[in-house]
């Protein structure tokens, strides 16, 4: 498949680790975020959401932090599988528009 | 449900060309959004419609056009086409828009010669 970013950060893990990805962003008029998971050759994958009124949501294996404070958002996952390898990306949406600006992403890579 | 679809998957094309891509939203949303993917400039965004109107636009330039139809299904059109269209064109959809959940399609990967 093809590349999604070059140069890209990269976090590398083992299986079984927990990862933690973290994305800056940008506006502090920003109300709702999303992180999403790209494999090579597909579209972004929504993992999780969190609105602003929020600073932490949990799913399945995975967490979302925002601290609204210093424009800050990560994501944890737990007990990090192979199938997780991918590049991560959180979105942000401005309060009142309806469009999502990305951050660059970070590559996850998970060895066995 | 399916999802967001995207056709076609792959497209060749020669500088000067034009291209018209589409994208059908999944069933009941109203909200179309059209990103260009670059790895040197990430997810860029390119415009959005909602219910046949476009609503929001990016910083690209006219050659970049899109619409929607009443079903909802949306098209980019880009004209003269430059190398540096070369991208992963992606279409999300939502319900409204706002504050919802916005669904990717795969992709129409262009390339321009």
């Known amino acids: 498949g093809e590349s999604v970013g070059l140069h890209l950060p990269t976090l590398s893990v083992q299986e079984g680790d927990n990862s933690i990805i973290n994305c800056a962003y940008s506006n502090s008029a920003s109300d709702y975020f999303i992180w999403y998971k790209q494999e090579s050759g597909k579209g972004p994958q929504f993992i999780i959401d969190?609105?602003?009124?929020?600073d932490k949501r949990q799913g399945q294996r995975v967490t979302v932090l925002l601290n609204k404070t210093v424009k800050h958002l990560s994501l944890q996952i737990a007990a990090t599988q192979p199938g997780d390898s991918a590049v991560y990306f959180c979105?942000?949406?401005?309060?009142?528009?309806?469009?999502?600006?990305f951050g660059k992403g970070t590559m996850l890579l998970v060895s066995p | 449900k399916a999802g967001v679809t995207q056709t076609p998957r792959y497209l060749i094309k020669t500088r000067g060309q034009q291209v018209t891509l589409s994208c059908s939203p999944i069933?009941?949303?109203?909200?179309v959004s059209w990103y260009q993917q670059t790895p040197g400039q990430g997810l860029q965004f390119l415009f959005e419609?909602?219910?046949?109107?476009?609503?929001n636009k990016g910083n690209f330039p006219g050659r970049f056009s899109g619409r929607q139809f009443s079903n909802s299904r949306s098209e980019m059109n880009v004209s003269t086409l430059e190398l540096g269209d070369s991208a992963l064109y992606l279409c999300?959809?939502?319900?409204?828009?706002?504050?919802?959940?916005?669904?990717f399609g795969s992709g129409t990967r262009l390339t321009v010669v």
């Open positions: 999300a959809s939502s319900l409204q828009g706002s504050n919802y959940g916005y669904t």
């Open positions: 979105a942000e949406k401005p309060s009142g528009y309806s469009t999502l600006t």
């Open positions: 419609y909602f219910s046949e109107t476009q609503r």
């Open positions: 069933s009941g949303h109203r909200s």
């Open positions: 969190i609105r602003s009124n929020m």
